[in-house]
T-cell receptor
Framework: GAVVSQHPSRVICKSGTSVKIECRSL??????MFWYRQFPKQSLMLMAT?????????EQGVEKDKFLINHASLTLSTLTVTSAHPEDSSFYIC????????????????FGPGTRLTVL | QKEVEQNSGPLSVPEGAIASLNCTYS??????FFWYRQYSGKSPELIMF????GDKEDGRFTAQLNKASQYVSLLIRDSQPSDSATYLC????????????FGQGTRLTINP
C-alpha cells in the first residue's frame, strides 16, 4: 500500500518546449501532494504544495508561471515545466500525504520514483 | 526559519560496524521526526519515524530522540554495503502543517 507513481521516469527535450510530469497515488487518496526538485549532490528542494481542488502554494523563489501545478483529483497531480531551459534540468520528485491511511504516521509523505528531466 | 542540521559526510563505516547518523533541529515545538534513505539516482524512502523521547527500534535500525537537546539520531547495526546511501532527516514545518523540512543529508558509505 501507499504507492506513488510518476510518469515519465525520464524525459529529454529541446529548449523552449514544455514538459508535463504526472504524479499518481495508486492505492490511496492524497489530499496533498508536494513537488520537489533535486540537483546532483544536493538535498531536496520543495517547489510547491498542491492541494486537491485548489491552487498550489509555491515556495519562495519558485516561478508559478513557469512551473504549473494542477491537482484535479485525489489521485493525480501534474507539474508542467513551461518553456524549459537547460538550467531546468534536474530530478523532479513528487510525494503525497495519505488521507486516512492507517499505516501512515503523522505527516508522513510517500515519494514517487522521480522524473529526470534533461533539457538540451 | 525552521532548520535541520546534518553532517553532510561522507561517513565511512566498515561492514558489520554500527553507523551513527545525527541531526539537530531548531524548532523546540517539533513533535515528530522522520529518517529517509535515498540511494543515488532514486527518490527517498522512509526508514523510521519517531515522536517520543527515547529509542525506537526496527530491525537493524534504531532512532533516538532527545527533545531537550533537540537532536535525533539513527543507528544502523551490523552495517551492510547495501546501507550505503544518503540519509535525510526531516520534521514538519509547523505542528499540524503539511510540509516537511529536510536536512541536507548525510552520505554514508559502508566499506566491505
Amino acid at each position: 500500500g501507499a504507492v506513488v507513481s510518476q510518469h515519465p521516469s525520464r524525459v529529454i527535450c529541446k529548449s523552449g518546449t514544455s514538459v508535463k510530469i504526472e504524479c499518481r497515488s495508486l492505492d490511496f487518496q492524497a489530499t496533498t501532494m508536494f513537488w520537489y526538485r533535486q540537483f546532483p549532490k544536493q538535498s531536496l528542494m520543495l517547489m510547491a504544495t498542491s492541494n486537491e481542488g485548489s491552487k498550489a502554494t509555491y515556495e519562495q523563489g519558485v516561478e508559478k508561471d513557469k512551473f504549473l501545478i494542477n491537482h484535479a483529483s485525489l489521485t493525480l497531480s501534474t507539474l508542467t515545466v513551461t518553456s524549459a531551459h537547460p538550467e531546468d534540468s534536474s530530478f523532479y520528485i513528487c510525494s503525497a500525504k495519505a488521507l486516512g491511511l492507517a499505516k501512515a504516521s503523522y505527516n508522513e509523505q510517500f515519494f514517487g520514483p522521480g522524473t529526470r528531466l534533461t533539457v538540451l | 526559519q525552521k532548520e535541520v542540521e546534518q553532517n553532510s559526510g561522507p561517513l565511512s563505516v566498515p561492514e558489520g560496524a554500527i553507523a551513527s547518523l545525527n541531526c539537530t533541529y531548531s524548532d523546540r515545538g517539533s513533535q515528530s521526526f522522520f529518517w529517509y534513505r535515498q540511494y543515488s539516482g532514486k527518490s527517498p524512502e522512509l526508514i523510521m519515524f519517531i515522536y517520543s523521547n527515547g529509542d525506537k527500534e526496527d530491525g537493524r535500525f534504531t532512532a533516538q530522540l532527545n527533545k531537550a537537546s533537540q537532536y535525533v539520531s539513527l543507528l544502523i547495526r551490523d552495517s551492510q554495503p547495501s546501507d550505503s546511501a544518503t540519509y535525510l532527516c526531516a520534521f514538519p514545518d509547523v505542528q499540524g502543517a503539511q510540509k516537511l523540512v529536510f536536512g541536507q543529508g548525510t552520505r554514508l558509505t559502508i566499506n566491505p
